[in-house]
């Protein structure tokens, strides 16, 4: 391989594990756990996705969509239901991979990943304004000054080195230029150490300690699947992402299973649950990270931290990570949305906005579920108005429809709309050469409008069927 290849996926791997640390620290402690099982489900689900995924140059930890998802559990239940419910998590999301069902992706429209891709990125920045806090409190005067300027000072190094050189990471020398800068004039600043203490020895394999039995099931399996439902989805929609920021392709499927594969070991190692985080994601990818090293190097290095590095991480002012999360937040907001609102359709806006929104306000699968129904309800009336008919009467006085669309539920009524049974005359034909039969309300309109010709005394003769309009008519049992 390429050495500066290998070189830049390294330097990409070792920013992206700085990135990485806040981050599983602050879910982890969202979610009322140990901050070191944050890290440790950071470690493993990094790197083994990483080493077996389908989309190099993705980054998967400990994600904050999942530890929203388990806080109730640990509340009422505690640690060890968490790690059999990443465990069983694990076990779905494996599953869903080896089905194959990784490509129902494709589902989702243009309008709501950009509606997806620009509420996580308005959750990343209001996620860094908490650092701003001393406890309930906000920080004012010197405090906040310092914070901002340090901020500010991250985030224009980030912005202006590469106009200097591009043969490093502009965040991994922000974060360690500050840090630096921190250290030798002795600013009095927050620092990583004020969220936690990161130090600990390796991760140790321990079955969870609960009752196996059919009550356990009842209690973790509904939280098992809205982990791995929650999972998958921001999983693929950050594939697709960093599909179209690299201009390549990645494995869905692959990618499915790979992350059932970490979390598995994550829950067995008691470690959080994970899945695709794309603020690490775009950091990786902007600091050059395109193939599995990257990943791999910023899950051996959260180990690392935690074993032998922890005195010097944890001296990292917040500053300088919140200043690059900013920077993140304004690279991953897809502002050329912005610029398309006055010239794509207005259904089209609207499931944007309601992406975004809802993905800020509740959670990103809600967001992405209400933005698909809206998108097939706009759909499936669109597809219901382009049914049309044209007719004329031959030469021996019967009647020729000519339907062109599809026919299903939203278009049954324009369809029967078409035909006029009591004045048409005594032979009718139907030519369904451009009409497409997809579901059972086609069948039963087909049905409809045969009784409605029979109860006028008149014949309907249907002609030009395709093979699979016939075969959906004969498996229904429909004559034609």
């Known amino acids: 391989m390429n050495p500066q290849r ?87 999301m494996l599953t869903f991979g080896l089905l194959r069902l990784g490509k129902l992706v494709r589902m989702v429209p243009h309008p709501v990943m950009l509606g997806f891709v620009n509420g996580l990125a308005i959750i990343i920045a209001l996620a860094q304004l908490e650092h701003f806090k001393n406890g309930e409190t906000w920080l004012s005067g010197t405090p906040l000054y310092l914070m901002s300027g340090l901020v500010l000072l991250t985030m224009a190094i980030v912005y202006l080195l590469p106009c200097v050189t591009r043969n490093v990471p502009p965040a991994l020398v922000a974060i360690l230029g500050v840090g630096l800068a921190v250290y030798l004039l002795d600013l009095p600043t927050r620092t990583l150490g004020d969220m936690a203490h990161i130090a600990g020895g390796l991760p140790v394999l321990a079955w969870p300690q609960l009752p196996w039995n059919l009550e356990t099931l009842r209690i973790v399996g509904p939280y098992a699947f809205l982990m791995a439902m929650v999972g998958l989805l921001e999983t693929l929609l950050t594939l697709s992402l960093t599909d179209e920021i690299t201009e390549s392709r990645g494995y869905p499927d692959r990618e499915c299973a790979a992350l059932g594969v970490a979390n598995m070991v994550s829950g067995l190692f008691g470690g959080m649950g994970g899945c695709a985080m794309i603020g690490q994601t775009v950091i990786n990818l902007s600091s050059g990270g395109r193939g599995r090293l990257s990943g791999v190097v910023a899950g ?23 200043g690059v ?18 010239k794509v359709p207005l259904n ?12 800020v306000f509740t959670d990103l699968a809600t967001a992405v579920l209400c933005g698909i129904i809206i998108a097939a309800l706009n759909f499936a009336w669109q597809q219901a108005r382009e049914l049309y008919a044209d007719s004329h009467v031959e030469a021996d006085g019967s009647k020729l429809y000519r339907l062109h669309g599809t026919l299903f539920f939203a278009s049954t009524a324009p369809f029967l709309n078409q035909f006029d049974p009591a004045n048409d005359p005594a032979q009718v034909t139907l030519d369904c050469r451009h009409l497409n039969f997809v579901d059972y309300s086609a069948i039963a309109a087909l049905k409809t409008l045969r009784e409605r010709y029979e109860k006028a005394g008149k014949q309907l003769h249907v002609f030009h069927l395709s093979e699979r309009c016939r075969r959906l008519l004969k498996r229904a049992g429909a004559q034609h």
């Open 6 to 92: 290998l070189r830049a996926d390294a330097l990409a791997g070792l920013t992206t594990a700085f990135a990485l640390l806040p981050e599983c620290i602050a879910f982890a402690l969202v979610a009322h756990l140990n901050p070191l099982m944050g890290l440790y489900g950071a470690f493993i689900i990094c790197t083994l996705t990483a080493l077996l995924g389908g989309r190099p140059g993705m980054i998967s930890g400990a994600a904050g969509s999942m530890a929203v998802v388990i806080v109730a559990l640990v509340v009422q239940h505690g640690v060890q239901y968490l790690l059999a419910s990443v465990l069983l998590g694990g076990l779905i």
């Open 325 to 342: 999360m900013f920077v993140v937040a304004q690279q991953t907001f897809a502002w050329a949305s912005l610029r398309v609102l006055n």
């Open 348 to 359: 089209d806006v609207l499931v944007i906005v309601a992406v975004t929104g809802i993905t």
């Open 300 to 322: 051996v290095m959260i180990l690392l931290f935690i074993l032998f590095l922890s005195p010097f991480i944890e001296h990292i002012p917040l500053a300088a990570l919140v």
